[in-house]
């Protein structure tokens, strides 16, 4: 009996020891800074860091597995100096921090938050103002980014960084997020199967999200409103669009969306609006358009060139300047069953689906697509019988591209 | 010249056709703000009539004026009045009447949906600036045409030719030359020939005010640095003052020398 008291006292020994650490850091404890609690930590430690401004900076967690969480929202204070957090290690999370004043370089990315060869992380409900970059990862994978708010106050490109930046990383989710006022809202080269979900990117100098190199990711449910050209995607494959809002990207060199050299994506129940152009396709192959509405922008669709077996269907056009846009005469995509408010034919049989064909490309828009100083003449009554009497009978606009079964009423996704 | 300005716009005033003018704005004013309900969208709207009708109205109207108060002038002409007077008084009261139509027709059915508490008050302001400007600039070339020609078919139909030059077809000789020296750098050559028109003047001026001016792109970018320099904003109002001078400066001349 006594034996085996003193083997379960033993056990309960070992347990405890393996068992998680919990070290508090706060101004009257111990521990006072952040730095030497991670110094002090062991694997699979808890950090509580309790509410106060630790003027820290290039806080450096070297493989130890911790679990950061700030209570109270504790400040780091970088003080214009260099990164504030930054991690290589694998099972880690960092939660409830407030990261302020990171400093600005033009030779270092320095970052609120720099994640770098890490696995299996999650960096979730920070706060970081005032920073160069945001959250910044490096080489790394099964991460995820939730519900961390970041706002800066980006002058100009060459001297801002990005909100959230990842690069060469995989099975990254971001989520929730709010970006305000940086460069690039979100910005992803060579990051595959990701996830970018529900994230709100508003102000940014440049683009709200901007994806390179970066194949088999889904953005779905994301609000990019008033950056400086709306979501550019650029040189990826097997992207998949969802639910995304484009809204006000508005000015002579914006878009909502631009598309450039992507292959095989899907573009599905997005809204573009107010936008000047609302999407602009380069290079553009296998994609289809399902189930869009395009409200009041400039141009609705911009094709430039080499865009081929592109798919649009059942996408609302809504009182855009102009439609479709085209260069040349060549149209290998396809328009099919979508409604054009523009659309002044009739339907007899009643079955929802116009008699008269649509041509959504008029030659006003041919023309200022080979002369771009024609755009003068917009809104001039020459222009209006112009565009009349080609849609009479097409000459220079392709004559195959139309709608063949236009519908009748604003299609409800 | 006061005089015979207010019996011409006496005279204006209780003719049918003022009115018809009249209402056809507030007509035009009340449905647009009733079918829109929306002051921006119903200025752009708007925009499209007035650089239109406005100065089709103005020749129109004049023309018909000169030669159905022929009588009256030729009765005034036996008075110890000056010629110049005569003709610049009635000028002026058809212009005038006509301006005033516009602007109370319209601006009527504005103020009261509440356009004083929008932003788009200077738009609308351009609007009926570019208007009046154009009302006296086409009654002008009307008063040049009739006097010219005592055949009133001719003189009917150069002014309708003068009317349709000016609206559609100088827009296609412009688009013409700028297909056709699409190689060259043409943003000079644009904003020139934008300017030596009056609609196009006012149509661009109007424009520019407008959110859609960045659908212009470079070659807009190019002109709102122009037009939004005091440089710009002084070229373009002694552009279409110009307008006005020269056809009136004509009136005066050839009903100098006319014999009636």
Known sequence: ?413 | MLKILKYSFYDLSRSRWSYVYFFFYLLLGVVLLFLNNDLSNAVITLMNVIIILVPLIGTIFGVMYFYNSREFTELLLAQPVRRSSIFLGQYLGVAISLSASLIFGLGLPFIIYGLFQSGAIWDFASLLISGVFLTFIFTAIAFNIALSHENKIKGFGLAILVWLFLAVVYDGLFLLSLVYFQDYPLDKFSLVASMLNPIDLSRILILLKLDISALLGYTGAVFKQFFGTGLGAFTSIVVLILWVIFPVWRIKRIAAKKDF
């Not at chain 1, 399902?290 to 922008?297: G, L, Q, S």
């Not at chain 1, 846009?325 to 689906?353: C, E, H, M, P, V």
Request: aromatic share 10%.
């Open chain 1, 1 to 413: 009996m006594g034996r085996l008291f003193i083997l379960f006292l033993l056990l309960g020994f070992a347990t405890t020891s393996i068992h998680a650490q919990e070290i508090e850091v706060c101004k009257s404890c111990e521990v006072k800074t952040i730095q030497a609690a991670v110094d002090m930590a062991e694997n699979g430690d808890v950090i509580r860091i309790k509410s106060g401004t630790y003027k820290e900076h290039d806080i450096t967690i070297i493989d130890k597995s911790l679990t950061i969480i700030g209570e109270g929202l504790p400040v780091i204070d970088a003080e214009m100096e260099g990164t504030a957090i930054s991690i290589r290690a694998e099972n880690f999370s960092i939660e409830g921090l407030k990261i302020i004043n990171v400093g600005r370089s033009h030779t270092n990315d320095f970052a609120g938050i720099l994640v770098s060869n890490s696995k299996n992380f999650e960096v979730k409900n920070n706060r970081l103002d005032q920073v160069f970059f945001g959250i910044l990862l490096e080489r790394s994978s099964e991460g995820i980014i939730s519900g961390n708010k970041v706002t800066s106050n980006a002058k100009d490109q060459a001297t801002s960084g990005n909100g959230v930046h990842i690069w060469k990383s995989e099975k990254i989710t971001v989520k929730n997020n709010e970006v305000i006022g940086l460069r690039d809202g979100i910005y992803l080269e060579f990051v595959n199967n990701s996830e970018i979900i529900d994230n709100l990117c508003k102000d940014n100098l440049r683009y709200g999200l901007h994806f390179m190199f970066s194949d088999n990711d889904l953005y779905k449910g994301n609000i990019f409103e008033n950056n400086g050209a709306g979501v550019a995607v650029m040189y990826s494959k097997f992207i998949d669009m969802q639910d995304n809002q484009f809204r006000k990207n508005w000015g002579s060199a914006s878009y909502g969306l631009l598309l450039k050299e992507i292959n095989d994506s899907e573009l599905k129940n997005n809204i573009f609006e107010d936008n000047t152009i609302a999407i602009s396709a380069d290079n553009t192959n296998r994609i289809n358009y399902i189930e869009n509405d395009f409200k009041n922008n400039g141009y609705a669709i911009r094709i430039r060139g080499a865009v081929y077996d592109n798919i649009f269907e059942r996408n609302n056009f809504l009182y855009n300047s102009f439609d479709v846009a085209y260069t040349g005469r060549l149209n290998d995509n396809k328009f099919n069953n979508n409604y054009w408010s523009g659309y002044s034919g009739y339907d007899l049989d009643k079955d929802g689906i116009g008699d008269v064909p649509f041509r959504p490309v008029t030659l006003f828009s041919y023309l200022v697509n080979r002369t771009p100083e024609a755009i003068v003449l917009l809104r001039s009554m020459f222009i209006d019988m112009l565009d009349f009497s080609e849609k009479v009978s097409p000459i220079f606009t392709p004559a195959d591209l139309i709608d063949e079964q236009p519908q009748m009423k604003r299609i409800q996704w």
